[in-house]
């Protein structure tokens, strides 16, 4: 996913002069093509992020469109009053290419573990959050924020998922996608959680829990349309996220549950990291099965709460 | 010519302070110690068109030092940026010219400021995107000396002398005191001139009140063309207001009283009748001579 992204905006690059890559010391060889037949527009930028994004507002300001591409917790926790005034206060034309979101840097530590970036960045007036799944989701929406107005975070996961979303089901911000109608249960995904939902509804198929999935490549805007009928018609509705349960997506639809849009006996539950700063580094598949993201601790939580309840 | 300058500094001073008086809050401090180099930049050195405030080849100006804007707003006012009435509208709800530089609410702001170290960052970014659109336009920045505390400025800097930007010329109003004490109490800044040399900067070191001397810095920006320009100016702050200068107090965000108001247009020359409109609000319905 990561190298699709990347891949993708050096492609853009080729098409549009004004598309620019601004690099955080993120390793040599990164677009190397790119540097190569674009120096121009090709900047490595030390390691020195704060004043980075307000630059990357300035070359917005001038008619660039700069891809920035550094470490999600640098990006969003370091550069948090940079982007909320630099670039969305203006709604510049910023895109942040946020390496390692969720617990794709579980062998760096907590330092390095963006357990925290949805809900820093949806806080943000004109910020889109767009979270996708697999490389080819990646690739379109990166297209697609070519013709998008206003700043864009760019959630990358570690790569090598599965391939499952679906060129016909088409691509927009703040489209969901609906991958299974719902039966008894709900599940939204945003991200890799898309892939480890869908392996979870064939688990709860073997025990005869119907559920559905609704993925949400954009965690914002939200596509409300899309996710209110869906809401109303499901008893059990569980959210998915590698992501605290403070203020991501799990935050996301309770708001709108809480505003209304619910089963009249419907329950929700938000399944994602708990309040905590991820203990113990290891690989990403090891830290999100000790906080319950992996396939079976997700089918086992679920099925343990609808018979609770 | 000089003369001329500093009767519109002289003007814009009371114009700031008169604001600030009303508003019931402000930074008096830092506006007045740049007022004289606002001045040149607005009459003197930028190239734009206050009546087309988005032209692609103006100058652009960020005032990184954002808290000093009501200087910026006056100098402003007084090229022909904004109505003399706005004037009156400094600070207040849902009017054009707030606390901070606000972009899209006052016309010739060109980014929004406020939190320090960010507009020099913009500045940089300004003056690259010019460049690789090949549109002539210089870009200006002033910072403030408890501003150059910040990483950003450093990070920014670095960038800007690597990638050779010497159409970017930055001010720094070097008054010497932040808002709790001097500089040098809190976080020395010294040696300022040399540590931008060291970090590949042209450094033209000058009295920030002489116009003289601001001209002869801005023509050494001009004639340079291999490196970014810093133009370090050494200023007083609250500058022409004999109780303000070099007092931390006045730094902001202060109120002003009746008394400070009148005893600061005293010390800039003016006759009772026009503190007298200063102090009713009625200045802002007819230029000042």
């Known amino acids: 996913m990561r190298k699709r992204g990347l891949e993708t905006v050096y492609r853009l690059a080729k098409e549009h002069p004004n598309v620019v890559y601004i690099g955080s010391d993120v390793g040599k060889g990164t677009l190397a093509q790119f540097q190569e037949e674009m120096p121009e527009r090709f900047f490595v930028e030390g390691i020195a992020e704060a004043y980075v994004i307000g630059m990357a507002a300035g070359l ?171 809401l109303r018609q499901s008893r059990f509705v569980a959210t998915v996220e590698e992501h605290s349960v403070i203020g991501g997506l799990g935050g996301a639809v309770a708001q709108l549950i809480a505003e209304g849009a619910r089963h009249p006996a419907g329950k929700f539950k ?32 679920v099925t343990a709460w609808m018979e609770q309840t | 010519m000089t003369k001329e300058l500093e009767g519109l500094a002289r003007k814009a001073r009371i114009y700031a302070l008169t604001m600030i008086y009303h508003a019931g809050s402000g930074h008096p401090g830092g506006a007045l110690s740049a007022m004289d180099l606002l001045c040149h930049l607005y009459f003197r050195e930028m190239d734009y068109d206050p009546a087309d405030p988005g032209r692609p080849d103006r100058d652009r100006f960020i005032l990184s030092k954002g808290h000093a804007c009501a200087g910026q707003y006056a100098v402003g006012c007084l090229a022909g940026c904004l109505p003399l009435a706005e004037l009156g509208g400094f600070r207040k709800l849902g009017r054009k010219l707030q606390g901070h530089p606000h972009v899209g609410a006052t016309p010739f702001v060109e980014t929004s400021t406020g939190s320090l170290g960010q507009g020099f ?41 690597h990638h050779r930007l010497h159409r970017l010329c930055v001010v720094l109003d070097y008054n010497k005191l932040q808002s709790d004490d001097l500089n040098r109490n809190i976080m020395g800044v010294e040696p300022v001139a040399n540590k931008f040399r060291a970090f590949g900067w042209r450094v033209e070191e000058i009295d920030g009140h002489q ?29 022409g207001v004999h109780y303000m200068e070099d007092r931390p107090h006045w730094h902001g965000s202060v109120k002003m009283t009746e008394d400070n108001l009148r005893q600061a247009l005293t010390d800039l020359n003016c006759n009772p009748e026009t503190i007298g409109k200063c102090r009713d609000g009625t200045i802002w319905e007819e230029s000042l001579d």
């Not at chain 2, 023509?219 to 200023?235: D, Q, S, Y």
Request: proline fraction near 5%; aromatic fraction near 8%; include cysteine.
């Open chain 1, 270 to 301: 938000s399944i994602g990291i708990p309040d905590v700063f991820p203990q113990g580094y290891g690989r990403q598949e090891n830290l999100l099965a000790r906080y319950g993201l992996d396939v079976d601790s997700v089918t086992q939580t």
């Open chain 2, 211 to 239: 116009f003289d001397a601001i001209e002869g810095a801005f023509g050494g920006f001009n004639r340079e063309t291999g490196r970014p320009t810093l133009i370090l100016a050494h200023t007083t702050k609250g500058k």
């Open chain 1, 60 to 230: 917005a300001m001038s008619g660039k469109m700069p891809f920035v591409n550094t470490i999600a917790t640098f990006l969003t926790r370091r550069c948090y009053d940079q982007i909320a005034v630099d670039v969305c206060l203006g709604n510049y034309d910023v895109r942040l290419y946020a390496n390692g979101g969720g617990l794709v840097y579980a062998p760096l530590g907590p330092t390095h573990q963006s357990i925290d970036d949805i809900a820093l960045m949806r806080a943000l007036p004109n910020m889109t959050v767009f979270c996708p799944c697999d490389a080819d989701e990646m690739e379109r929406g990166i297209r697609a924020s070519y013709d998008h107005k206003g700043p864009v975070y760019i959630r990358v996961a570690r790569g090598g998922d599965p391939i499952v979303s679906k060129a016909e089901a088409g691509f927009a911000f703040g489209k969901a996608l609906v991958f299974k109608q719902p039966g008894d249960l709900l599940l939204i995904s945003t991200g890799i959680t898309c892939q480890i939902s869908l392996k979870v509804i064939e688990a709860l198929a073997e025990r005869g829990i119907s559920a559905g999935l609704c993925h949400l490549p954009t965690v914002k805007p939200l596509d409300r349309d899309t996710l209110e009928p869906l």
């Open chain 2, 121 to 161: 960052s913009v500045a940089v970014g300004t003056a690259l995107g010019l460049r690789h659109r090949k549109i002539e336009a210089r870009t200006y920045a002033m910072i403030g000396d408890g501003e150059i505390q910040e990483g950003e400025i450093w990070e920014g800097a670095m960038f800007a002398a």
